[in-house]
């Protein structure tokens, strides 16, 4: 977002993994899209060298601290390199181009295209509570019974979003894991997108929610990006580091810190679920006041 304000007119190249890819195709000026796909001996990035070589570009941000991209002809460069600013992930991210200090908030854009299709899936009704109940690690996420549980505080008559519905995000691959919560919430309350929709169509879905509850994950950050009210729930990693940002966002964690929670020889891979700890009634505390702050900013 940043880059886009400070240079109007500018023509943007994008290289990402192809999981992230279709976040940057409503980017103004946005001229290309390189997936890269990670290859043998780091191979990819002699690829991207390749890609992009034959230009001389005004500027290149390295966000991977490749060292190939400092071989690309440019007229001014930034790279990324760990540790030299601690802190947020976004503050770290800033501090590449020596913003840390403002640390600009991620930013995402929807054609409108993306705005429809999210009218149709998510039509004009009582207001949606979304959640987002998988992670890239079973460790992390809150257990389905637990977000079931809140669904139906949140959106019972005396409840903060009362006559709610609820819409249910996450990856293809994630549906397994969140089958049983899908089948928890009523279906005249309910809206499954699970592995149904893409990036930026989550993106549009999302603004047109009341508010976001979550586990650490990529969807967590897309909600936050649009500005509803967004939850984060952390346990066995940091929302020091990794929590939502924005003038709406919050995180809640369970009772115990992160190093308390990781257990000698703690393996994420094969680890069940570490947010037991994190009651209902806490999340829905944290909600309550999240919401309370975002209607003070509104009046």
Request: hydrophobic content about 45%; some cysteine.
């Amino acid at each position: 977002g940043h880059l886009i304000a400070a240079h109007p007119g500018a023509r943007v190249t994008v290289a990402c993994g192809p999981a992230a890819a279709e976040l940057f195709e409503a980017v103004p000026g946005i001229e290309r899209v390189i997936r890269l796909e990670k290859m043998v001996g780091s191979l990819h990035w002699l690829r991207l060298w390749v890609l992009t070589a034959w230009r001389y570009w005004d500027l290149v941000v390295d966000l991977r601290s490749a060292p190939l991209t400092y071989l690309i002809p440019a007229r001014c460069q930034f790279h990324y390199h760990k540790g030299r600013i601690s802190g947020h992930r976004i503050r770290e991210i800033a501090g590449v181009m020596r913003l840390e200090a403002e640390s600009p908030l991620p930013k995402l854009w929807s054609d409108a295209a993306h705005d429809a299709r999210a009218a149709e899936l998510i039509p004009d009704g009582s207001p949606v509570l979304a959640i987002g109940p998988a992670a890239n690690w079973r460790a992390k996420t809150w257990r389905a019974e637990n977000f079931a549980e809140l669904c139906q505080r949140v959106t019972a008559p005396d409840g903060l979003i009362p006559g709610g519905r609820v819409a249910l995000f996450g990856a293809p691959e994630e549906r397994p894991q969140v089958m049983n919560l899908i089948e928890a919430i009523p279906p005249e309350r309910r809206i499954d997108l699970v592995g149904r929709v893409g990036l930026l169509d989550i993106f549009a879905c999302l603004k047109r929610c009341r508010a976001y509850v979550g586990n650490d994950s990529g969807l967590m950050h897309i909600a936050a990006a649009t500005g509803v009210p967004t939850l984060g729930l952390f346990g066995p990693s940091k929302e020091e580091l990794y929590g939502p940002c924005g003038p709406h966002a919050a995180s809640v964690r369970t009772p115990l810190s992160f190093d308390d929670i990781h257990p000698e020889g703690f393996d994420h891979r094969a680890s069940d679920s570490l947010m037991d700890g994190l009651s209902v009634e806490h999340v829905q505390g944290a909600l309550a006041d999240l919401l309370a702050r975002a209607r003070e900013d509104a009046a």
